[in-house]
């Protein structure tokens, strides 16, 4: 097989005998910038022949977790079902994982209502077309809470608060803070 990270040449010989083969690495092919053109041409497909690029991006995002492209494991193009999580926690716990592999460096924010993502896959492109790029991450994020039974969902997608960080904000269904439990009126003797 033929992949492109070694050259096979002959050398000549230096004596009596076969000529020397010799193999020299070459750079790897840039497959990043193949994923990196095709994502920007669905972009701006999007941006021009969608009356609310946005809102379309988020559906995107959604429909692309959703239909069991990333699973619990984070292993794609499976379509095992997924046991709803534990608790609110342990469904904002897998999401944060899943998000790093998918490459966003994500921290879940102290008091658990935000999602820091540190790393963007495609900055170039989310700062050229946030419309699209952030809100289809958006729905990536919204599609994962619900592949994980979450009652949790994103309501929004910060870009670029600061240059290497963007933050989702998270509702908790319950109302409840974050490992909270609820008080009790005291018995009255």
């Known amino acids: 097989m033929h992949s492109g990270y070694a050259i096979r040449r002959s050398e000549a010989p230096s004596g009596p005998g076969r000529p020397r083969v010799v193999y020299e690495a070459t750079a790897a092919p840039d497959c990043e910038g193949s994923y990196r053109?095709?994502?920007?041409?669905?972009?701006?497909?999007l941006e021009a022949n969608s009356a609310r690029p946005g809102e379309a991006a988020v559906e995107a995002g959604r429909s692309w977790v959703g239909s069991g492209r990333r699973t619990q494991n984070g292993r794609e193009g499976t379509e095992e079902a997924v046991a709803p999580p534990a608790s609110e926690d342990a469904a904002i716990t897998e999401v944060v994982r899943v998000l790093g592999d998918i490459g966003f460096a994500p921290e879940l924010s102290a008091d658990?209502?935000?999602?820091?993502?540190h790393r963007c896959p495609f900055r170039e492109l989310a700062q050229?077309?946030?419309?699209?790029?952030?809100?289809?991450?958006?729905?990536?994020i919204q599609g994962a809470l619900v592949e994980?039974?979450?009652p949790v969902s994103a309501t929004r997608l910060l870009p670029f608060v600061e240059p290497d960080l963007c933050i989702t904000t998270l509702?908790?269904?319950?109302?409840?803070?974050?490992?909270?439990?609820?008080?009790?009126?005291?018995?009255?003797l």
Do not use: N, W
Not at 112 to 117: A, E, K
């Open 148 to 150: 994980v039974g979450a």
């Open 112 to 117: 658990g209502t935000s999602i820091y993502l």
């Open 171 to 188: 509702t908790r269904r319950s109302g409840l803070p974050p490992r909270a439990v609820p008080l009790r009126a005291p018995k009255q």
């Open 128 to 140: 050229s077309q946030p419309d699209v790029v952030c809100r289809a991450h958006l729905g990536m």
């Open 37 to 45: 053109l095709l994502a920007e041409v669905l972009a701006q497909y």
